[in-house]
């Protein structure tokens, strides 16, 4: 299991600032949709110039001109790009295409996906690197949680890589780590936190122990 961290509501020099706290116990780096909706690519061109050693996740949640979109992220430096999973296969198809190209990797993102066993399987054989249960923000305030899902989701898939996201704190990741996802991600579980090495540090202990 790796640990990714989502960077949502910083600016590029909290961005990097914040990494440099907790790039000991971190995989990859999430640079979050807000971000780069406010500041484009230059936020994961600045993080990864400053982290090359850091895999880098550009949160671009694609849904259309797929190909394109994945060069972009591709050039500013991004290792693995985000599609969502209610996006048409043609899509689906170019990203995965345009990645494999520039050796890079695809993470598609299940949020608002409604038959999540049927897309997985589908998003598995069209190529996707990783699968991943997302309870958005919204959610997450009706009390939503993604353990079923991704349940759902390792039990149907051959090829792609699992992933979790969506409110994992400390508190939740024993039951996280249970459901053995190839991949975790924690924003505001790290974010939040005034001793955010510390927090990084032992969720990364926990999951190594998983």
Do not use: W
């Not at 991949?183 to 969720?203: P, Y």
């Amino acid at each position: 299991m790796k640990l990714q961290l989502a960077l949502d509501l910083v600016n590029i020099p909290e961005a990097i600032e914040l990494v440099a706290e907790v790039q000991d116990s971190i995989d990859i780096v999430e640079i979050g949709t807000p971000i780069i909706n406010k500041f484009g690519h230059e936020a994961v061109r600045k993080v990864k110039e400053a982290y090359p050693s850091l895999t880098v996740l550009a949160d671009v949640k694609i849904m259309d001109a797929a190909g394109y979109e994945v060069e972009q992220a591709s050039n500013a430096g991004a290792d693995i790009v985000t599609i969502l999973g209610a996006a048409e296969d043609s899509s689906i198809r170019g990203a995965v295409e345009a990645a494999k190209e520039a050796g890079k990797e695809i993470l598609v993102d299940m949020i608002a996906v409604k038959d999540i066993e049927t897309r997985a399987k589908e998003l598995d054989q069209l190529g996707a690197d990783y699968i991943c249960v997302h309870t958005g923000y919204d959610l997450q305030a009706e009390g939503k949680d993604s353990f079923e899902d991704l349940r759902t989701i390792k039990g149907v898939v051959k090829n792609a890589k699992t992933a979790i996201a969506g409110g994992i704190k400390l508190e939740t990741l024993p039951e996280v780590v249970k459901a053995q996802p190839d991949l975790v991600i924690v924003g505001g579980g790290i974010t939040s936190k005034e001793d955010k090495k510390a927090a990084a540090a032992e969720i990364k202990e926990l999951i190594n122990k998983g």
